[in-house]
C-alpha cells in the first residue's frame, strides 16, 4: 500500500530533550515536506526537501532540522524542545512536476507535547 | 505571495442538507487549487484538485468544487451531507510554476447535526 508512515504518533516530553519524527514514504517520490498544524493556523510548512541532499526552509523552521540522505526517508530533528513546539506535525510526499505544485500524500500525523 | 482565506471556521449542517464550504485566494496568476479533508485523528486526504479544463471539478466522496476566477474562489459543495462528512476541511493553492509548496488555509470545521 502506498503511503508515508510517521513514527512516533504521539510522544509527551520536556525541553531540551532532542527528539527525532522519522517519516518514510514508499512512493519513490522525489519531494517531501514537513508541516505543523495548529488551531486557527492551518498548515505551515517547516521544511522541504526536492531529492535526495536537497533541502530548503519553509515558513517556520526556526527549531527545527531535517535531512535526506535517503530518498524515502525525511527526518524531523528538534534539538532544543521548547512549549512553543508543542503540535501535530504532518509529512507529506510527492512527484515532482515538471513545473509547479503537485498532489501530496500526507502521514498520519505526529501529536508531539513539550513540557 | 500566496495566500488562502477559508472565513469559516466551523460550520454546522443538518444531516441531508446541502454544504459549501468558502474558499478565496490571493495569487499573481490562475494557481493549482486544493480541497483535503483532515477526519479526526488522521492526517489529511485529496478531495478533490483543480489544474486546468473544466472550471467545476468532481472529487470523492460526493463533492464537487468551482474554479471562479473573477470571484478568485473555489468554494467546495456537497447536495446531501452524511455525519461521517463531520471533519476539517482544507483548501490549499499551488503555484503554476517553478516553487512545488502548497498554501493552506486555516481550515473549516464541519459539524453534522442529526
Known amino acids: 500500500e502506498a503511503q508515508v508512515t510517521q513514527n512516533p504518533r504521539y510522544l509527551i516530553t520536556v525541553t531540551g530533550k532532542k527528539l527525532t519524527v522519522t517519516c518514510s514514504q514508499n512512493m519513490n517520490h522525489e519531494y517531501m515536506s514537513w508541516y505543523r498544524q495548529d488551531p486557527g493556523l492551518g498548515l505551515r510548512q517547516i521544511y522541504y526537501?526536492?531529492?535526495?541532499?536537497?533541502?530548503d526552509k519553509g515558513d517556520v523552521p526556526e527549531g527545527y532540522k531535517v535531512s535526506r540522505k535517503e530518498k524515502r526517508n525525511f527526518p524531523l530533528i528538534l534539538e532544543s524542545p521548547s512549549p512553543n513546539q508543542t503540535s501535530l506535525y504532518f509529512c507529506?510526499?510527492?512527484?515532482?512536476?515538471?513545473?509547479?505544485?503537485?498532489?501530496?500524500?500526507f502521514g498520519a500525523g505526529s501529536r508531539l507535547t513539550v513540557l | 505571495a500566496q495566500s488562502v482565506t477559508q472565513p469559516d471556521i466551523h460550520i454546522t449542517v443538518s444531516e441531508g442538507a446541502s454544504l459549501e464550504l468558502r474558499c478565496n485566494y490571493s495569487?499573481?496568476?490562475?494557481?493549482?487549487l486544493f480541497w483535503y479533508v483532515q477526519s479526526p485523528g488522521q492526517g489529511l486526504q485529496l478531495l478533490l484538485k483543480?489544474?486546468?479544463?473544466?472550471?467545476l471539478v468532481q472529487g470523492i466522496k460526493g463533492f464537487e468544487a468551482e474554479f471562479k476566477r473573477s470571484q478568485s474562489s473555489f468554494n467546495l459543495r456537497k447536495p446531501s451531507v452524511h455525519w461521517s462528512d463531520a471533519a476539517e476541511y482544507f483548501c490549499?493553492?499551488?503555484?503554476?510554476?517553478?516553487?512545488?509548496?502548497?498554501?493552506f488555509g486555516t481550515g473549516t470545521r464541519l459539524l453534522v447535526s442529526p
Open positions: 507529506a510526499s510527492s512527484f515532482t512536476r515538471e513545473t509547479g505544485a503537485n498532489v501530496l500524500t
Open positions: 490549499a493553492v499551488g503555484a503554476r510554476t517553478g516553487f512545488q509548496k502548497l498554501v
Open positions: 483543480y489544474f486546468s479544463g473544466d472550471t
Open positions: 526537501s526536492m531529492n535526495v541532499e536537497v533541502t
Open positions: 495569487y499573481g496568476a490562475t494557481p493549482y
